[in-house]
Structures are given as structure tokens and as C-alpha cells.
């Protein structure tokens, strides 16, 4: 910042880099840019404008603060969603382990049951054709004399 020369009214500071060329005096009122607006001494309503100014810093504040704010709990989000999506990735991987375990043992039992179903179809039809023979034994028996009743 650099010291403006001092009048009797006013003594301000610009920016250099923001103050561009003005001829020093108009009509007996000297000109000085900051960074915001034109400086004009003796306007009357610069105080108004300093204390405009004062609260557009404060709001500008409040707003870096409330930003700086909605950043951090973004990051916190963030973060947790991050631990949540390994925790999802180990569980999918882990229900995935399972899934093909238990698929395996469904096919294994599958298999079993089809090996089980052969095995008591055949025994069905053993059973069918025993009981054929039984009945047969039994019309061969009831054909034969009844030694008792030709006494």
C-alpha cells in the first residue's frame, strides 16, 4: 500500500497495483481509486460508503466461513462414504463367497438327489416285480389241494 499525499480533509491509501492514472485534480476535487469504487473527498456520503464497506467485509467473511464450513463437511462426507463403500465392497465380496458356496453345495445336493430318485425308482421296480411274483405264488397256492379239507 502506499500513502496518497495527505489533505486537509482526507488521508488515504490505494493499492498501487490498483490505481490507475487520474490528473490529480478536477474542479478542486482530487480523485483517488481503491480497490472497490472512485474516492471522491468531500462527497457526502462517504462515511456511508465506509461503512458499506465495513459490512460487505463482514458479510464476504461470514460467507468464507459458512463455505469454509460446507467444505469440511463435505470432506467428512466424502471420507465416510469412502469407509462405507469398502465396508459394501468386503461384504459384497464376502456374499459373493457365499453365494458360490451354497451354489455349489445346491448342485452337490441336486446331483444326490437325482442319484436318489434313480436308486428309488429301482428299488420301486424291484419292489413291483416282487410283489408280481408274490401275487403269483399266492394264486399257485390257493390253486393247490387243501390236503386238510380232503380228509
Not at 460508503?49 to 467473511?61: A, G, L, P, S
Amino acid at each position: 500500500m502506499v500513502e496518497v499525499p495527505y489533505t486537509a480533509e482526507y488521508n488515504v491509501f490505494a493499492i498501487d497495483t490498483q490505481h490507475s492514472e487520474q490528473p490529480e485534480c478536477i474542479n478542486n476535487t482530487c480523485v483517488v481509486e481503491t480497490g472497490d469504487s472512485n474516492v471522491i473527498h468531500d462527497s457526502p456520503d462517504m462515511c456511508d460508503n465506509d461503512i458499506q464497506n465495513d459490512q460487505n467485509v463482514v458479510e464476504c467473511d461470514d460467507e468464507h466461513v459458512a463455505l469454509a464450513n460446507l467444505i469440511a463437511n463435505f470432506k467428512l462426507d466424502v471420507d465416510e462414504n469412502k469407509k462405507i463403500q469398502k465396508q459394501l465392497k468386503k461384504a459384497n465380496a464376502s456374499s459373493t463367497q457365499e453365494l458360490t458356496e451354497c451354489k455349489s453345495i445346491f448342485s452337490e445336493t441336486s446331483r444326490t438327489l437325482g442319484e436318489s430318485n434313480s436308486i428309488w425308482d429301482s428299488c420301486l421296480v424291484a419292489l413291483q416285480s416282487k410283489q408280481t411274483e408274490f401275487e403269483k405264488y399266492k394264486a399257485c397256492n390257493d390253486r393247490t389241494v387243501d390236503y386238510d379239507k380232503l380228509k
